[in-house]
């Protein structure tokens, strides 16, 4: 097992993904970021020029990632598209409990940041990612491309509005049984 610390670049990526979802853009500060991330001022504009906004995409394109690869895995070995929602939906359930109740960091992150296009962009940017590999996965599992849409889709809106719900009622039940509603 190897005990190194993970790269300076890596540590404020995820400093920045935790803190923008826990207290949202304006609620973090550069010395609170570097703090967390235990790394100098210098290295922030080393990897990241513009600061902050740079670090705030680079964090959203992280957490992307991290939910396109908890999409993959719910709907790998699924035999219907309800079957792969289902399994999305506890996982999400399951990470709502984990994470303490907190907003999407997508939403967090890029639409309470500074009201800027390359935030707003890159938000449409990777919620159309989620969509198009759900979508990707109904199409496999046998509806028609506009179903596969349709239903991409109609969880998305889903996810968002139980994620909202269910932290405004503080119960991941709300996530689990949004399949009901597919």
């Known amino acids: 097992m190897n005990d190194r610390p993970l790269p300076t670049k890596d540590r404020l990526i995820l400093s920045a993904a ?8 304006h609620g ?9 991330a235990k790394a100098p001022k210098g290295s922030l504009y080393h990897h ?5 906004s740079d670090l705030a995409m680079a ?3 992280w957490a992307s990632d991290e939910m396109l690869r908890l999409i993959a895995a719910s709907f790998d070995g699924s035999e219907t598209f309800n079957d792969g929602a289902k399994t999305l939906c506890f996982k999400l359930a399951k990470l709502f409990d984990i994470t303490g109740w907190d907003t999407c960091p997508i939403a967090a992150t890029l639409f ?3 009201d800027n296009e390359d935030f707003r962009d890159h938000a449409s940017h990777i919620y159309e990612g989620w969509i198009t590999e759900v979508q990707d996965h109904a199409a496999r ?3 028609s491309a ?14 968002q509005g139980g994620w909202a719900l269910a932290r405004a009622r ?3 039940d709300v996530i689990r049984k949004m399949t009901d509603r597919l």
Do not use: C, W
Not at 18 to 25: A, D, I, K, S
Not at 28 to 36: C, E, K, M, T
């Open 59 to 61: 964090a959203a394109t």
């Open 18 to 25: 935790t803190l923008f979802r826990t207290r949202g853009y």
């Open 141 to 143: 599992l046998g509806l």
């Open 170 to 172: 503080r119960n991941s």
């Open 28 to 36: 973090v500060g550069l010395a609170d970021l570097l703090a967390d």
């Open 146 to 159: 506009e179903d596969a849409q349709a239903k991409s889709e109609h969880l998305f809106m889903l996810i």
């Open 112 to 114: 309470e940041g500074p």
């Open 48 to 52: 990241f020029p513009n600061g902050k």
